[in-house]
């Protein structure tokens, strides 16, 4: 099974890979390393989730969110390299959660990005990770996340 | 024309590269890699553009402010290589808006980086990018840009 | 000396290196680069560093703080590689600090970070560096530092 049976498999779809939202592109390739853009919870050119986490959006809402996140990212990385199996691993995300006040459980967040990266990629898809509290987003996204993967040779 | 003269046609000038605020170093090359410190627009020693963007500032001057930091990662790549043209292609950039509260617009902020990379760098130019809201930046800069670029060998 | 040693000759301990608040892994080895995930100013399982700098937090704290989250850097960089001397030279860190409203010395929390790590490995310590603050951090740390270094071949 591949990557992207896996990610049907486990009752998700890879999304169209989103636009970039200005004059950017969404992943570089330099050497074996991929970064994209950061990527914010759009499916089919709509946000799906918006506003701070623990305010106008619950933990759960924002797991979700981190989880499109990294389904976006994926997308943009199978665009740029035409095949999800030619990550041989994922190095680094970082997460960004649009934090109410007081709210510090960026890790549940984040979590949504990570176990899903290890159900897809297994011990490939285990990564490094920071995870902070902001207090904006673009266009109000309550996450934004962004990749950094190795790629094979 | 070399991008140095690309920036002179464009109407804008290399500033000195700012020294950091503290103790580290402006830029670092690894393999074929340079990441830049994060930048915050100084142009010969003074602030040019602080404060909360949507606030105290303008999205027009916030995008200004993107501008400078962008040219302060440019010069002290250029301090570091010793030539703009030893660049193969900017890689990455992280956009941190010092942001007002409920302002989302760090998109078009960041577009100030975004455009003039391109306009300077063409296809070479083209870059992922991550643009997030903070609510606190040093010395209460408005914007503050780190930038990875790929190196010629 | 080996830098281990330069370490508590400066009086310091490396701690038992975190374990991750979550399903992602403490440093990823790609290349020659080694990425930490972001690390807060945990110390035998406990958070010695709470809340906001310059609010429940002085700067001073800050700046212990940011000593703390390098030390845990090293920490899992050590477990990964199995010493700190097969480190070429620190490349990056990122350090968010937890900020009170109109904080703005981030760049001196952060040089709690940089000091120790030229303290530590003289020239090959000398990183490039940004420091952003951010709203909230996650279990309320004071700090969160990331590092990126370059493994000797």
Do not use: W
């Not at 990610?7 to 970064?35: H, Q």
């Not at 990294?70 to 649009?98: A, H, P, Q, Y």
């Not at 490094?128 to 190795?150: C, H």
């Amino acid at each position: 099974m591949n990557y992207e049976e896996k990610i049907k498999e486990l009752g998700y779809e890879l999304p169209v890979a989103p636009k970039p939202l200005a004059s950017y592109i969404p992943a570089v390739v330099t050497g074996n390393l991929i970064f994209t853009a950061g990527q914010v919870p759009i499916v089919n050119g709509e946000l799906k989730y918006s506003g701070k986490v623990c305010d106008e959006k619950t933990i759960e809402d924002g797991i979700r969110a981190a989880r499109v996140c990294v389904l976006n990212c994926l997308s943009v990385i199978k665009n740029e390299l035409g095949s999800l199996d030619k990550i041989k691993r994922i190095v680094k995300i970082t997460v960004f959660v649009n934090s109410a006040e007081q709210f510090t459980d960026q890790a549940k967040v984040a979590n949504g990005a990570s176990d899903l990266l290890v159900e897809i990629f297994g011990e490939n898809g285990k990564h490094a990770r920071s995870a902070v509290g902001v207090s904006e987003l673009p266009i109000n996204s309550a996450v934004e996340i962004e990749m950094i993967a190795e790629i094979k040779q």
